[in-house]
Nanobody, 119 residues
């Protein structure tokens, strides 16, 4: 079993930065791919970024490429999402999830952290 806890959300002005963290329990976390997803009010949940189990590969939604960076520290069982040049339409609840990226099968999800970007 893997439990995930997100942190680092908050209120920031447009153009600002935030770093989200996804802390896991369970050493098996190190063998899973991890994705970040977000859901804005009234919208479907959408993919933001993903990283392979060993950090060797990453993937980003077009809307965040060049602004967001995903990374992981398996020794700390933590995945990060560095967000820069934030825009009001980045406002959403951000979730991390662990699973198998190739199958789009994320079995474990965190509770989410709110990110609000003011204009």
């Amino acid at each position: 079993q893997v439990q995930l806890v997100e942190s680092g959300g908050g209120l920031v002005q447009a153009g600002g930065s935030l770093r989200l963290s996804c802390a896991a329990s369970g050493r098996i976390f190190s063998s899973y791919d991890v994705g970040w997803f977000r859901q804005a009010p009234g919208k479907e949940r959408e993919f933001v970024a993903a990283i392979g189990w060993n950090g060797g590969s990453t993937d980003y939604a077009d809307s965040v490429k060049g602004r967001f960076t995903i990374s992981r520290d398996n020794a700390k069982l933590t995945v990060y999402l560095q967000m820069s040049s934030l825009k009001p339409n980045d406002t959403a609840v951000y979730y991390c999830a662990a699973g198998r990226r190739a199958r789009n099968d994320y079995a474990y999800w965190g509770q989410g952290t709110q990110v609000t970007v003011s204009s």
